[in-house]
């Protein structure tokens, strides 16, 4: 059964940075960064294919990378000019096909004004 855990969250302010990574503790063909907000539904921020073929949601276009490391089985998102409305708990899954037994403890993202 592969695992997931994300790390890398903290509190930044607005303009500032942060690295989350996701370690699998076996391959996984295509990644995602999702993220959900509190009353809101989760979200896929982006995806990246095995081959490294990467998408990304039309709020996080310029600002976020995907990435990933297969000898490693990690997959990282690096957040550049955040924003408040980025505040949210960050989780890697399965990519199209979310994986339910894949849900880890997410990584919590917050962004002050």
């Known amino acids: 059964q592969v695992q997931l855990v994300e790390s890398g969250g903290g509190l930044v302010p607005s303009g500032g940075s942060l690295t989350l990574s996701c370690v699998a503790s076996g391959s996984i063909f295509g990644m995602g960064w999702y993220r959900q907000a509190p009353g809101k539904q989760r979200e896929l921020v982006a995806s990246?294919?095995?081959?490294?073929?990467?998408n990304y949601a039309d709020s996080v276009k310029g600002r976020f990378t995907i990435s990933r490391d297969n000898a490693k089985n990690m997959v990282f998102l690096q957040m550049n000019s955040l924003k408040p409305e980025d505040t949210s708990v960050y989780y890697c899954n399965a990519w199209p096909r979310i994986d339910p037994s894949l849900w880890g403890q997410g990584t919590q993202v917050t962004v002050s004004a």
């Open positions: 990246i294919t095995r081959g490294g073929n990467t």
